[in-house]
């Protein structure tokens, strides 16, 4: 590996099944940008920050082993990218501490996530409010350049700039790098079937490894209004699988027949995610494999980060 490229880093929480919206507003661009060969890639299942919503030891563990073996069938490849879980790195935890110690709360009670917990009047843990800290030691302990992630990740993004800058000037250094998102335009929010944001909190997802079956009752339950000339909620799923100019076509020729343009749009759906759910499926005939890649990542993550550390700890005056 080639430590002189800028350097990639993203996460996913092992929360829930992985949708359509997870992998085209993210994951395909780990994908892209880590065979570019451009990036110096880190990835890693984002499992401290899933302990705020999911508190079940074997759920955690299953999900976690979904989300690595979804990872490789995606086409990551563990030999050109990082892949780590968050918990094996202990330096995550220990400098979102440093953070918090240099982070006001007003400013955490800024954030999108806090304040619609707070305004659904949920009691609030800890771990949640903190969450942009983490999120924060989790980009700069890497000295991340890019970090692609769906649109409702920018804010964390830029508190995680924040934090780089106040860290820098507090200490009067410049030890942490400002990273940008990598937010693609056309995919920044893919949309659920219901038309608002795809989230495995609304119940609107496709999920990335449904059967065709699965994904036939899926599109099938997509809410259709047919006031207007195509049936949009359709039309916008339609167009991560297939070119503009291929459905203006299509929408034409079908106009008014939602059933039909349901139907093509499971066909296109089938096609594009068959290979991969073909490739998730052999992995999970190969447990062991989970093991060695987490074990591999571990060892480089820690490793790149306890020397970070290293660095922090002098910077702050608690080591010499
Ligand atoms: P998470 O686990 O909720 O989602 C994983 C990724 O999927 C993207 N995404 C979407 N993109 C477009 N349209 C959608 N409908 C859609 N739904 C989900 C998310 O934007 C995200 O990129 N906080 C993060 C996990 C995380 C992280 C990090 C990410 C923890 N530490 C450090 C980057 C860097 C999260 O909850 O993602």
Partial sequence: MNDTKPVLVSGIKPTGDLHIGNYFGAMRQFVELSRAGKY?????????HALNSMQEHEEMRRRTRELVVAYLAVGLDPKEVVLFKQSDVP?????????????????????????????RNKEINVGTFNYPMLMAADILLYDAAVV??????????????????????????????LPEPYIMADVAVVPGTDGQKMSKS???????????EELARRV???????????PENVYAIHKLVRSEGELEKMYDEYQGDYKM?????????DRYLAPIRAKYEELQSDPGIIEEILGEGKREARAISEAKMEEVRRTIGVAY
């Fill in 40 to 48: 110096r890639p880190f990835v890693f299942v984002a499992d401290y």
């Fill in 91 to 119: 330096a995550h935890t220990e400098l979102c501490w440093i953070f918090d110690t240099i982070t006001t709360m007003p400013y955490l009670m800024r954030a999108h996530a806090y304040k619609d917990a707070e305004a």
């Fill in 148 to 177: 692609p992630v769906g649109a409702d990740q920018k804010q964390h993004i830029e508190y995680a700039r924040d934090t780089a800058e106040k860290f820098n000037r507090v200490y009067r250094t410049d030890l942490f790098k």
């Fill in 202 to 212: 609304y119940g609107n997802v496709i999920p990335l490894f449904a059967s065709r």
């Fill in 220 to 230: 099938m339950s997509i809410v259709t209004d047919s006031s207007g000339e195509r």
């Fill in 261 to 269: 343009l349901k139907e093509l749009l499971v066909e296109d759906l």
